[in-house]
């Protein structure tokens, strides 16, 4: 590629002390050098912005940004108004990127002049932890019996899977309309860390942001709200993206089934607007309304 784009990569971070150093390592070490890696600390109270002070001192490419805690679609916003790339790119703080996931994204993007890459990723699930035993317990012929079964029976290594069912290929609006409701609760659809957007877009229609109303889902908001003024589309069928099966994280600790049908009951509105901008809600209405019921794949 003889001119290569600036990339703006936006990694909003929140007490992310195990898994910080590994996510900038992956993004530093992109086989696509021209990037601008914007590391917005969201108010962490572990050591995460002394981590990234020392990425930031190293490697000239990081703007690292430190603000007060105001939630992940915030800091995704500023991180958007901040972004001077051609393209934007999302990584959260605990996954990491495959080696070529960028110049993969970027060669389809610039090759069929696209508005939005989509590509398949992996989901990563840590082996289980070890139970605790009772401290009465511990240090006894039952522990080291107990200690023997566990190493036995449990799995010691991570299980990788991939996901994205999109074909490879160029699509048209109305094509990736179609492919949408194949599946419209999907992570693969919902998230922004498996995609490339053109930044133009955002920078051109202020609606197109991540809502911050919403504690669930906020970045399917994003894709919806970019979809509609997106016109081309690729599909790439390469996993570029390692997400890891945090229990921590707010997918797991912060989501009650209210919480879940509210979100989704609110979005439903996004999704009827954006497929009748296109003329294509009465063709698409059941699957649509699967929306609300579906569970997505984690």
């Not at 790339?85 to 994204?105: C, E, I, N, S």
């Not at 890459?117 to 009465?136: D, G, M, S």
């Not at 099966?245 to 009951?265: D, F």
């Amino acid at each position: 590629m003889a001119q290569q784009p600036l990339v703006s990569v936006i990694v909003p971070i929140y007490n992310a002390k195990n898994h910080i150093a590994r996510c900038v390592e992956s993004i530093r070490k992109q086989s696509y050098p021209n990037l601008e890696i914007l590391l917005v600390n969201d108010g962490s109270k572990d050591v995460s912005l002394q981590v990234c002070e020392m990425y930031a001192k190293v490697d000239p490419r990081i703007l690292l940004v430190d603000k007060p805690n105001s939630g992940v679609a915030a800091t995704r916003n500023l991180g958007l108004r901040l972004a001077l790339g051609k393209y934007l790119q999302f990584v959260d703080a605990d996954d990491t990127l495959q080696p070529d996931a960028t110049r993969l994204m970027v060669e389809k993007a610039e090759q069929y002049d696209t508005d939005l890459v989509i590509a398949h990723y992996n989901r990563v699930t840590p082996p289980p932890e070890k139970p605790n035993l009772p401290k009465a317990m511990r240090d006894t012929a039952f522990a080291e019996k107990f200690d023997e079964t566990m190493e036995r029976l449990l799995p010691s290594d991570e299980r990788v899977q991939t996901f994205g069912f999109l074909p490879e290929g160029f699509m048209t609006k109305a094509e990736f309309a179609k492919g949408l409701m194949q599946e419209p609760a999907s992570f693969y659809y919902g998230v922004m860390w498996n995609k490339l957007y053109r930044a133009d877009i955002v920078r051109q229609h202020e609606d197109v942001i991540c809502s911050e109303e919403l504690n669930w889902s906020e970045d399917l908001y994003f894709n919806l709200s970019f979809i509609r003024y997106a016109q081309r589309f690729y599909a790439l069928a390469v996993p570029v993206y390692n997400y890891l099966q945090n229990k921590e994280s707010i997918c797991h600790t912060g989501l009650n089934p209210i919480n879940v049908v509210t979100t989704r009951a609110s979005l439903f509105k996004y999704y009827k607007e954006l497929y009748e901008s296109m003329g294509l809600y009465e063709q698409y209405k059941p699957q649509i309304y699967k929306y609300l019921v579906s569970m997505a794949e984690s």
